[in-house]
Nanobody, 129 residues
Framework: QVQLAESGGGSVQAGGSLRLSCAASGYTYSTDCMGWFRQTPGKEREGVAAIYTGSGGGGPYYAASVEGRFTLSQENAKNTVSLQMDSLKPEDTGMYYC????????????????????WGQGTQVTVSS
């Protein structure tokens, strides 16, 4: 079983920045893919970004709506990823969830919320205009 611990989030004005972090623990094997999804009331959970965290590497991959504004990186601790969110917009508001997949091809599947094995509790991001 893998546990995902999220940190960061909060409230910021449009144009501001926030940083989210997610650390995976509780399992002896590394994950292959970690990513972030977001969800707003009444909408489906959508993929924001993901990165291959296995030995081969790959990505990061971004949704078109955040390309050029968000940066996903893997920290020195292999199962920790951080999402730097710059130039935030009100439409970026939502609950952000960290997700992890133990074994699988990140590049072809990261947008599919049903593909991931584990989820964090979520952290709220609010961007005011």
């Amino acid at each position: 079983q893998v546990q995902l611990a999220e940190s960061g989030g909060g409230s910021v004005q449009a144009g501001g920045s926030l940083r989210l972090s997610c650390a995976a623990s509780g399992y002896t094997y590394s994950t292959d893919c970690m990513g972030w999804f977001r969800q707003t009331p009444g909408k489906e959970r959508e993929g924001v970004a993901a990165i291959y965290t296995g030995s081969g590497g790959g990505g990061p991959y971004y949704a078109a709506s955040v390309e050029g504004r968000f940066t996903l990186s893997q920290e020195n601790a292999k199962n920790t990823v951080s999402l730097q969110m710059d130039s935030l917009k009100p439409e970026d508001t939502g609950m952000y969830y960290c997700a992890a997949k133990e074994v699988g091809w990140c590049g072809g599947n990261w947008r599919n919320r049903f593909w991931f094995d584990y989820w964090g509790q979520g952290t709220q991001v609010t961007v005011s205009s």
